[in-house]
């Protein structure tokens, strides 16, 4: 399994690509770049078992594909490019590479205009600029709808926490034929067949004690111990693979049980 790319040196030290698109060898790695947010994002040593799903995807890529993970806490489609991060990733993805683009959590923020967006307008202007300015790179991108929240109501099913935000980015992925992962469909999915109980297991709720680095607990249902992030990240990478995104070659382990350990925390932040 491909180590995962966490910093920028270690980026920046990766050979680059011996040809480009179509004509490229089956044995020159591509590169999976992950713009998103908090659920997304990978965490360091003194912050698990918080862990992101693009911290967990290189579990289920071989070393075919490595992943780049620029995802940023706290992020939203406008102010991960007012901070440059998609600057950032357009200086080093290459032809044939890959742009996964997940925001929605706080573009929801109608009280703070650095990162609010508005469903039907400026939150696919902005998805949009990542599509563009990615493909002019000649990398494929691919639009990822918001996970979903761990939040059911009281007949014990979920939900949905997003409002237009999901179905304005399915819009836009048919508008400009884009691969879409419908993680919010997806992650729904998979909280109502687990149930209330059983997520307690995916999300940030920790008993008193249980972990050294959260000694009062946590009760975040928004964000990922790293069994749930393992899980999320089996439906990306589950959904890649079933829609031809990436070639099967670039897959491994999408039915193996995965343990926790697995995932790698730094233990200084990689962007």
Known sequence: MRAVLTGVAAV???APLAATGESASAATPVHVYIAGDSTASTYVSSLAPRAGWGQALP???????????????????????DLGRLDHILTL??????????FGHND???????RYTEPSTTYKQYLSQYIDRSRAK??????????????FNSAGAISPSHGAYPAAMRELAAAKGVPLIDLTASSTALWNRVGVAGTKNYFM????????????????NTHFQAFGA???ARLVATALHNQNVLPTADFQRLTDTIPTSAIVW???APY
Not at 68 to 74: F, L, M, P, R, T
Not at 93 to 102: E, M, N, Q, T
Not at 108 to 114: A, N, Y
């Open 266 to 268: 730094p233990t200084t």
């Open 108 to 114: 929801e923020k109608i009280d703070d205009p650095t």
């Open 59 to 81: 579990v289920f890529l071989t070393s075919n594909a490595g992943v780049v993970n620029v995802a940023k806490s706290g992020a939203s489609s406008k102010s991960f490019i």
């Open 205 to 220: 709720i920790l008993n008193s004690g249980q972990y050294p680095n959260y000694p009062n607990g946590s009760q975040d």
């Open 93 to 102: 993805i290459k032809p044939g590479d890959f742009l996964l683009i997940s």
């Open 12 to 14: 920046l030290s990766i």
């Open 138 to 151: 000649g990398a494929v991108p691919v639009l990822v709808t918001p996970v979903e929240r761990r939040h």
């Open 230 to 232: 393992i899980e999320i």
